[in-house]
């Protein structure tokens, strides 16, 4: 028959039940705030498992006798339960250590404890044990934060006045009850509360030490740190104020950091700080070079997301100073792309640009590309050694740089091999007019502080798209023309194969170039002087012709003449360029007061068209010139092939009063009856009867032919002349003028007018 209980004492039970429940269920909502403080969770549910206790001693003693072993079962186990989490939450709490043993002992207890309350229906021995095992991890606790706070340290005694609480039923039974299940309801309530408040005391004590720990590695990090919010410095750590040289307290402003940078770069960063508060991207990443506080430079590497700041919305920044790794990467990417000896860029660099270049684009200029190398250069090395040899390639760095100026791109590719740019569509910055250049600046000798040297060069000219496409082949072409120009002495220039291979495989385009270019006059004049053998006045000069073709470059005359010639273009051409020279002696005469006849080159096809003296003199006549300010120069093959229609248009040349001469002479067909048949003012020796000068047997013949010329009265004229030898042994045989490098090579008709300006000339044409 269940007992009977006053109703103060089942009051008293329910209560202590109440408050189990309610402290237990806090407990956990506690530790689930606070999950680090596991010990909450554990003295949580070992509040809920005592509940249990009061519950099933009701339901053994007051519900049934079919209840009385269910109500025992419960409240034996639960005791067991809340003691084994008392003890679990005792040992987090004190930071006491189990060991195995300890823990199979202790469970063991419990469990025989509870076993023996269940088959003998006698809990008196869980009534000793329990209290005793509370008692005992009480004075643990109150052992192990003895040193701890003021809430740690009331955890352990109301422990132990539990356990000592509950010795209560043990000592006195029934009659004690009311007394401990009031007593224990208290001090449950109060080891709750106890318990919460040193939950939420430690977790704010860590989040108090973990403020502090984040504040060190802030304030001691050695990255930059910036809040902003809305785009106002709101915190910068002392790394950040280091890295841009402000001092530790100094206040500092958006526009303080942004100091120097170029306002496009500012305009981006608004675009990012934009995109960071939008919640457009998470994390930005980018790097730049910033100027510190005393005007010196950084690189700077930067990450910023988006971040709270107390309320306000914010964006923190990651300052990274790169500015030795950037350095290095530099100086390694110079290295990788620059000659150590010169500091030229190198052929890595050079395909680099070319690849650039290359690139197939609507509107892409054309360019050209000329390799240098010096000739002989092992030779120069083995004479004077590789130290001297790297000075001079240097001073021809130095040298070409300087000639060329800034615009011009200039590499080394190693050894003795240069390569620079160029525009072939403007005369100025053209391949072949650089080339020339460098020709001209290579006439005088590099300057070292040992000596001068005078070193000799080959050139080869590749253009873009015309000879190759991509870098590699275009560089290959320019390289294979360098190569071929080294077959011809001195410095000299030889374009691609290409030009060439292009030219004759496609003789349809060469002729609508060749009509185009005499349509639109691409041709010009240079003008080399001949010079009085006796005096070494200026005589005259030979106008020469040159084409510039778009998109070639200089084109040679043997090239473009045999081109005329094939096409029947030649009449066309050679009205085109006389009349160029009749209109720059025009010119020429009403600048100057006396001017020197011109001699201009006659095709052999001219001299059969039987207008050709008619159309000579209304050139004259149409730029007002007098019939002696024009000399006609035919070549000794056209007059051998064509010797009565010759002698029939130079003799009605000659009755207009212009002079005739005979180009070329020595060629191998002249004959006396020629000579003596052909109205001629002179003759000119070809530049092969020239060059063996001084030999002994050249300057018989060249002998010879001034003795025939004196006899049949005819001025006789040295082309070719190199050398001073030469000049003198061809005076001394009777050569009236000389013409050739040594004197001026062919010149602009500015320069031409220089020479008019200053030199004194030998023969005068009254203007």
Known sequence: MPSAFSPVLLYSI??????????????????????????????????????????????????????????????????????????????????????????????????????????????????????????????????????????????????????????????????????????????????????????????????????KRFQQLVERSHQGILVLVEQRVRYANSALLGLYGFGRREQVTLSDLLQGVRREEVAQLQLRYQQIESGTVDELQWEGLRHRKDGSSVWLRFSGWRTQWGDAQAIQILVTDQTDHHDVTQALLYQATHDELTGLPNRSALL?????????????????????????????????????????????????????????ELMRLGADEFAFLARPYHDRDSAAAMARRVQQLLLRPLVLPQRNFFIDVSMGIALYPKDAQDAESLLRAANAA??????????????????????????????????????????????????????????????????HRPGVGWVSPVEFIAVAERTGLIADLGLLLLSLACEQVALWRQRFTKVVPVAVNVSPLQMLDGGF????????????????????????????????????????????????????????FSSLNMLRSLPLQSVKIDRGLIEPLPAADATAVVQAICQLAVALRLDVVAEGIETPAQANIARL?????????????????????????NAPVAVFLEA
């Open 14 to 211: 329910l209560v202590n039940a109440v408050v189990g429940l309610t402290m237990g269920a806090a407990l956990l909502l506690v530790w689930r705030g606070h999950r680090s403080q596991l010990f909450t969770r554990d003295l949580g549910v070992a509040q809920l498992a005592q509940a249990l206790v009061p519950m099933g001693y009701l339901m053994s003693q007051w519900v049934g006798d079919e209840w009385t072993v269910p109500g025992m079962v419960l409240a034996v186990f639960g005791q067991i339960g809340s003691i084994a989490l008392m003890l679990s939450g005792s040992r987090r709490l004190s930071g006491w250590v189990f060991s195995t043993l300890e823990w199979v002992v202790f469970s063991g207890l419990l469990l025989l404890a509870g076993l023996w309350a269940v088959l003998f229906s006698d809990p008196s021995i869980t009534v000793w044990v329990s209290p005793s095992l509370m008692i005992l991890a009480g004075v643990v606790v109150t052992r192990g934060l003895r040193g701890g706070l003021f809430t740690d340290r009331l955890v352990g005694p109301l422990m132990v006045l539990l356990g000592l609480n509950q010795l209560c039923f043990a000592f006195w039974g029934q009659a004690g009850l009311l007394f401990q299940s009031n007593a224990g309801a208290v001090l449950r309530l109060l080891l709750g509360l106890t318990l919460v408040y040193a939950t939420l005391d430690r977790s704010m004590l860590e989040s108090d030490n973990l403020r």
């Open 352 to 408: 680099q640009r070319l690849r650039q270049c290359c690139v197939v684009v609507p509107d892409r200029p054309s360019f050209g590309l000329v390799l240098l190398g010096v000739d002989r250069f092992k030779l120069f090395n083995e004479a004077h050694g590789h130290s001297l040899g790297d000075e001079v390639l240097k001073a021809l760095a130095i040298a070409v740089e300087r000639e060329l100026g800034e615009d011009c």
């Open 482 to 547: 360098m190569h071929a120009a080294k077959r011809t002495p001195g410095t000299s220039v030889a374009l691609a194969e290409a030009r060439f291979e292009r030219g004759s495989s496609d003789v349809f385009e060469q002729e609508q170039a060749l009509r185009a270019g005499i349509e639109q006059c691409e041709f010009s004049l240079y003008y080399q002087p001949k010079v009085d053998a006796r005096t070494g006045q200026l005589a005259s000069f030979e106008a020469l012709a040159r084409w």
């Open 613 to 668: 003296p008619e159309l000579v003199e209304q050139l004259l006549l149409q730029h007002r010139l007098p019939a002696h300010a024009i000399t006609l120069e035919i070549t000794e093959s056209a007059a051998v092939a064509n010797l009565d229609q010759a002698r029939k248009q130079i003799r009605q040349l000659r009755n207009l009063g212009i002079a005739v001469g005979l180009d070329d002479f020595g060629t191998g």
């Open 733 to 757: 045989a009777g050569c009236h003028e000389l013409q050739g490098d040594l004197f001026a090579k062919p010149l602009t008709p500015e320069e031409a007018a220089q020479w008019l300006l």
